[in-house]
């Protein structure tokens, strides 16, 4: 796995999310759709799927966006299991840390001019710091499986993703509030 976490595996597979941004819509409502129908039954599930229009779509978009990218199935399959949860966890907390920042830098402000923070800052400023220590966790996990230059090379591509990670969001709820 660590053979496809390099600076050229990563930065092809944000070309396939990029242009799968333009199937996240169809996904979702494909798969909303096909729950209602199927449930958790997985034959049903997977009739539905087959019986949607929306399917051929995804896979189209799904066949050229490998072709972009140059990746394979098999090489975005396995990048996703590494990088998926990983940008996931990230896009969850980045408002928390970006929070952080803000009241930390409140508090060094209020020290500097000799005052004692504000108790609300000095809370938020645990709480928050609590929370930038399981990113902290997080990535010391993805290094010890992976390696730190994997771990480097996802750091790099972290802007990137959050982008590509709001912008899926924001198509996916989207396809949520129509009806499948």
Sequence with gaps: MTALLTEDKVAHFATYQKEMLAATADATGLGLAAYQKGGTDSKKFQNAVAADDRAAKVAAVSKAALEKSGLTQDEVSKLSRAATPYYARLYAMQDALKKAG??????????????????????????????????????????????????????????????????MMANAMGAMMRKP
Excluded: C
Excluded at 141 to 163: I, Q, R, S, T
């Design 102 to 167: 803000e009241v930390h830098a409140r508090i060094e402000v209020a020290k500097a001019k000799g005052k004692e923070p504000s108790p609300v800052d000095t809370a938020m400023d645990k709480v928050y710091g609590e929370q930038s220590n399981r990113i902290e966790t997080m990535r010391k996990d993805f290094a010890a499986k992976y390696g730190e230059n994997a771990l480097a090379v996802m750091k790099k591509h972290e802007p990137e993703f959050m982008a590509i990670n709001e912008k």
